[in-house]
């Protein structure tokens, strides 16, 4: 990275880090999409950035607007030459989500994922597990909702998936 | 490996798989605004994305394969009925929830079974595919299985509709299990699982479920056939009108 570091307009990784860092979910606005983990590779190369993403699911509307964000973000801060590849591997799971993106979530109201057959999940307005399934399929693919019996408040449940 | 995988039957294979998982998801976005109650609504059609996505992978990878510079959107937009390669039950129309859910219970244990199976494959764009699809599919399973029980155990209505369901569906399943000349090669070449196995485990998984669900299985009626070789059911036709319109009457227009 040396020699590209002199040129104008040239980045250093940890640049576009922390300019991708400002790319969301668009369906979680509170995690970055290094943060749900479907950030893969970022390879810059003089003035070309690549970036390698994965899906969640496989029919994952969010993608296509997650890609073109990746751009607008890149581009707003003066990258011209760059490239967004959505890779079909590694398989997304969700122990692919970093701690701090599972904070993220809770603070936002949605439970963050635990195992598959887990049914005490809790409240993330209170934090009780006296809490009712009311469907398998939320707000999006990803989330279930439930409904907490203690404070009556409904909450998403993001699924695990592994 | 990959080299020595025959591509002509690999093809024809993709097709039946995205076939199968298009016509599905189509039939449940028809569901859109018409679910029971909004959070099932929106489970129908969160199930549909999923099946579609599917078939958008098992295009891609057919797309791939194909001599004639295909993309995924034409394989599924420009293909006449029969071209198509799913089985009869995928195209049957919604019908009503409980026929909905049977159909969908079916086809839920035969995917989880044949992407578990799939997983394995020789071909590691497809192992990989299977993988990813497997951990939805487990939730697509989850959910209808639920489904069966919730409905089967209790209003003598919801009983009523669902054992009438498993009648009309039951004849259906049959075909999902038929294999031709071509899967046989894939199947010698490690690219595809043994489908008489994967009947066998369907078979046991579903009969128990049934007992559970104090349903009785039929025991005479017509068998369905011929999906695998382009011959549909009357319902396909008008499927494909409605969806393809778009792409027929403005070519190659885009989102």
Redo the contacts between chains.
Sequence with gaps: MTVTDQADNCFSKKEILSILSTVKDPEIPVISIQDLGILQNVDVSGQTVRVDIIPT?????AMHTIKTDIKQALGQHGVVDMEVRLL??P???TDMISPKGRAAMQAYGIAPPLS?NEKKISCPQCDSTHTTC????????CKA?YRCESCLEPFDYF?C?? | MTNSIDNKALYAYLLRLADSSLTMGQRLAEWCGHGPYLEEDVALTNVSLDMIGHANIFYQMAAELSDEAQTADELAFLRDAHQYRNPIITELPKGDFAFTMMKQYFMDTFNFFLYEGLSQSSHEPLALAAQKALMEVKYHLKRSETWLERLSLSTEEASKRIQKALDDLWFYTPELFETDATMNKLFQQGVIGDYGELKKKWDSHVQAHMNHCELNLPETGWVATGGLEGEHSEHLGYMLAEMQFLQRAYPNSQW
Aim: net charge negative; glycine share 8%.
């Design positions: 699911y496989s029919g994952c509307p079909d591997q398989i997304w799971t598959i009311i469907s398998e399929f939320g707000s999006t693919a909702l699924k998936h592994a």
